[in-house]
Structures are given as structure tokens and as C-alpha cells.
């Protein structure tokens, strides 16, 4: 929609070109000037389409972020509690704000109106073929392919550039959260001022990534504003007078030309968004699209069906369950135990003993290599994980809570619940 209103902006303000070429020959043949009222009206028209462009794309900016961070977080949850990525939490973080606003930024006002852009000059061609002079289109057209062939070369020189400081902003991110969820592991080991000098120094890191970032983009805007620009509008000029001469065109018909030359740096002019916004945005689509295709560790069987009933409701079973991360290294063998409804079990040993292990292997977080491990007398292996989860709740060893009341954290998993719902669940 945002592309097909850049055109339609583009043809009214080529009209309005057009319109000011026909009204100096007609102030040069002492003819009554009659174009005002229909180049003000294209003026005005032009000015309604970028508008409504620019207005439309404000508004897709917040939908695309809902969208994109709806996704991140589904494939958050998809993953699992237990293993739900290879990426630290910072990084997960990062891509959900900071990478989904440069996403959606680059989808909702960059992507289209540079699909426009780049199709500008085609259609200011065609133009001038059918209303000026078909040999000066034939001309102007040389420099059409230079557009999306500098932008290439551009993109290709500078990409480096841009992947390393979004992959150094990505890592700063982690580093932060890392530091601010491990903030009194830190004060007890006195390490707070060692943290804060590596942090200074992954800031300055990326500080000087966005410095060289910022220099190639000065870079191009001299180049595109020193030599394609200017010899874009020379050449047209040039043009204007060789076929003024012929007697192809008149003098205001060249005067048309010349501006008509104009619109075909579109294309230019958003070059300076092309890295701020685009070369960003495209980073960051690919950063989400690559977190959103790891699959998890875990997926439903095939024929996983949820249980017409529950042989004995509420027991947890481990039978002769073997497991390991490596074929090499078994962690857990030959392991047996069943808790009854209201039993309580508490597993201890020493770290990496695979208490955590077991417990994954409950949630359905990890199969085991052998054996069954039954939830109310059912094969977690042959139920849907959805099923398996509502059957379970897990407090992690390090537990978050949200900043607020504890019956609004209570509220998180159950919106509609009651004051008298929510103690009974305190007291359960």
C-alpha cells in the first residue's frame, strides 16, 4: 500500500513538472497562463499521498511489533522452560525490543517506499517518452541501473560493518542483563567493580562500531551527493540543451526535464535510510527469523493424543529411565521411583548428579533414552506437551516475580480467578 501511494506521489509531482514547462512556453509565447489551478491541485495531491504514506506507516509500525513479538515469545515458550535456547537471555532480550522495533520499522517505512523509489525512475521515463521526448528517455535510462546496483555494492561493502556491531550490541545486551540478574552474586563476591569495567569496555567497543558505522554512511552520502546527483542533474541539463537545439523540445519542455531529472534521485536520497534504517532492519528480520526456526528439543509425537482418563491421578513415575546428553557420558541410569498424590520427595546430590535432569524429564523437557517416565499413570511420550504442562507446576531455583503484589503474579496464570481461588492456591 505505502509503495503503490510512492508512485502516485511520484505521477502527481511529475505532473506538476510537466504543468510548469507548459506555463513558460506559455509566458513565453504572451499566452494567458492556465495551468495554476490544476498544478495546485497536484501539488495538493501530491502532498495527501506521501502523507497518507508516511501516516499509514506510522500506524503499521506498533502491528508489526505486536506481530514480531508475539512470535519471538511464542518460540520462547516452544522451546521450553528447561532449554529454550542456545542464546543468553540478554541476547533474547535484545532481539525482542531492540531487534523487533528495527524490524518493524524496516517493514513499515522503509521497505515499501523503497520498493516505490526504486520503480520511480522507470515510470518518470516512460513520461517523458510519451509526453516530451522519447530520445531523451532513451538516454536518461543509463542511469536507471546505477540506483540498485550502487545500493548492491554499497550493501555488500558495509555489511560486515553492520553485522558486527549488531552482533556487539546484541552481546552488550546479554553482558547487562547478565550483570543485573547476578547483581548480589556479585556484591557477595565483591566483583561489582570488575563487571563494571568489563561493561565500560563492551560499550566502548560497540561505541566505535557505531562511529565506523556512521563514517562509511558519511562516506556514500558524499559520494551519492557528489557525483551521481550532480551528474545526474548536469546530464539532464546537458540533454535539455542538445535536444532544445534539435528543435525536439521547447524551453519549457526542457525546463521539465530538468526537474523531471529530480525525481529519479529518489532512489539517492534514501540511501542515508538505507543504512540507518535498512541495513539495520534487514539484520534484525534475519535475527529473528534464525531464533524462530531452532526447534526445541522436545516435540509432540506424531500420534500424541491427550488421555480419555487418568489411571491414578496426581502419581509421578520414573521406570528403569536412562538418559544422556552425550552417547558417550550417561548421566542417568536404570533410575526408579514413584510419588503418590500428596507425597512429597525431596531429590539431593551433588552438582550435576541430574537432579535438574529429572526434573526436565517431568516436565517433558527431555525424553529419556530408555525407559517411561508416567504422569497420573500416563506416558508423558504419548501425550501432547500442552497436556503434560497443565498438569504441572515448577518453581525454578532462581524464581521470578513480577514488580507488583503477589496476587497480581498469581493472577499471570489465571486471570479470572477469585480472592477465595487464589488462597486456596496459596494454601495448596
Known amino acids: 500500500m505505502t509503495a503503490l501511494l510512492g508512485w502516485f506521489s511520484s505521477l502527481a509531482l511529475a505532473g506538476v513538472y510537466l504543468l510548469i514547462g507548459d506555463g513558460i512556453d506559455q509566458v513565453i509565447s504572451g499566452e494567458n497562463i492556465t495551468i495554476v489551478p490544476l498544478a495546485a491541485f497536484l501539488t495538493i495531491l501530491t502532498g495527501v499521498f506521501a502523507g ?78 510519451i509526453v516530451l521526448d522519447p530520445l531523451s528517455a532513451l538516454f536518461m535510462l543509463i542511469a536507471v541501473p546505477l540506483v540498485p546496483l550502487s545500493m548492491v555494492a554499497f550493501q555488500r561493502a558495509f555489511k560486515s560493518v553492520s553485522q558486527r556491531y549488531r552482533a556487539s550490541s546484541r552481546a552488550l545486551a546479554a553482558q547487562e542483563l547478565d550483570a543485573i540478574q547476578g547483581l548480589s552474586a556479585l556484591v557477595l563476591m565483591n566483583a561489582g567493580e570488575a563487571m563494571g569495567a568489563k561493561l565500560a569496555e563492551a560499550t566502548e567497543d560497540v561505541r566505535r562500531k557505531v562511529m565506523r558505522y556512521l563514517a562509511g554512511n558519511q562516506l556514500v552520502l558524499l559520494v551519492v551527493d ?83 482418563h487418568v489411571p491414578s491421578a496426581g502419581t509421578i513415575e520414573l521406570d528403569n529411565v536412562h538418559f544422556a546428553y552425550q552417547d558417550s557420558s550417561p548421566l542417568l541410569e536404570g533410575v526408579n521411583f514413584r510419588v503418590d498424590a500428596y507425597e512429597h520427595l525431596v531429590l539431593t546430590g551433588a552438582s550435576g548428579s541430574g537432579k535438574s535432569t529429572i526434573s526436565a524429564l517431568i516436565q517433558g523437557s527431555r525424553r529419556p533414552t530408555r525407559g517411561t517416565v508416567r504422569l497420573s499413570g500416563v506416558d508423558i511420550a504419548s501425550t501432547p506437551l500442552a497436556w503434560v504442562r497443565s498438569r504441572i507446576a515448577t518453581v525454578e531455583q532462581t524464581t521470578y516475580l513480577f514488580s507488583s503484589t503477589l496476587r497480581h503474579n498469581l493472577l499471570i496464570a489465571r486471570p479470572d480467578a477469585t480472592d477465595k481461588d487464589l488462597e486456596e492456591a496459596l494454601h495448596a
Open 52 to 129: 497518507t504514506a508516511n501516516f499509514i506507516g506510522g500506524r503499521l509500525i506498533p502491528r508489526f511489533e505486536s506481530q514480531l513479538r508475539r512470535r519471538v515469545v511464542a518460540q520462547v515458550f516452544s522451546l521450553g522452560a528447561y532449554e529454550r535456547t542456545k542464546e543468553r537471555a540478554g541476547r533474547i532480550v535484545n532481539t525482542a525490543t531492540d531487534g523487533v522495533e528495527r524490524s518493524a520499522t524496516y517493514k513499515a517505512i522503509f521497505k515499501g517506499p523503497m520498493i516505490a523509489s526504486l520503480a520511480t525512475p522507470t515510470l518518470v521515463l516512460v513520461l517523458i517518452a
Open 226 to 308: 557528489s557525483v551521481f546527483s550532480l551528474g545526474m542533474i548536469t546530464g539532464a541539463a546537458l540533454l535539455a540543451v542538445w535536444r532544445y537545439e534539435a528543435g525536439a523540445i521547447t524551453v519549457g519542455e526542457g525546463f521539465s526535464l530538468l526537474l523531471l531529472s529530480s525525481i529519479m534521485l529518489d532512489p539517492l536520497d534514501r540511501i542515508g535510510q538505507f543504512f540507518y534504517i535498512g541495513m539495520g532492519g534487514i539484520a534484525a528480520t534475519r535475527e529473528i527469523g534464525k531464533f524462530c526456526v531452532e526447534e526445541p528439543a522436545v516435540t509432540d509425537a506424531p500420534d500424541a493424543a491427550i488421555p480419555p
